[in-house]
């Protein structure tokens, strides 16, 4: 069973930073992504930034150019700095992992952290 701990949310000044943390821990075969996801009051979770397998990295439009998703693949973190926040930001943050859970698997399987609450206000 892969288990994900999130750290890194709080309260913040419009303007300010966050450094989002999601680390996995259990046994898989290979990551086929990872990423971030938020979900604010009265809204559908929605994509913030993934890295899919070969490194590539997709960002909503809304955070290009502010927010910046990184892996450590030897710790097993996936990080999100978060730069020019805006109260719009305001949301549940989830990460998120898909991987072959074996060797000759065919069906990923999706993990998703508990959530960390980022608050962007004056």
């Known amino acids: 069973q892969v288990q994900l701990v999130e750290s890194g949310g709080g309260l913040v000044q419009p303007g300010g930073s966050l450094r989002l943390s999601c680390a996995a821990s259990?046994?898989?075969?290979?990551?086929?992504?990872t990423g971030w996801y938020r979900q604010a009051p009265g809204k559908q979770r929605a994509l913030v930034a993934t890295?899919?397998?070969?490194?590539?990295?997709n960002y909503a439009d809304s955070v290009k150019g502010r927010f910046t998703i990184s892996r450590d693949n030897a710790r097993n973190t996936v990080y999100l700095q978060m730069n020019s926040l805006k109260p719009d930001d305001t949301a549940v943050y989830y990460c998120?992992?898909?991987?072959?859970?074996?060797?000759?698997?065919?069906?990923?399987?999706?993990?998703w952290g508990q959530g960390t609450q980022v608050t962007v206000s004056s």
């Open positions: 890295i899919v397998s070969g490194g590539i990295i």
């Open positions: 259990g046994s898989f075969f290979s990551i086929l992504a």
């Open positions: 998120n992992l898909r991987v072959l859970p074996t060797y000759g698997s065919t069906s990923p399987n999706d993990y």
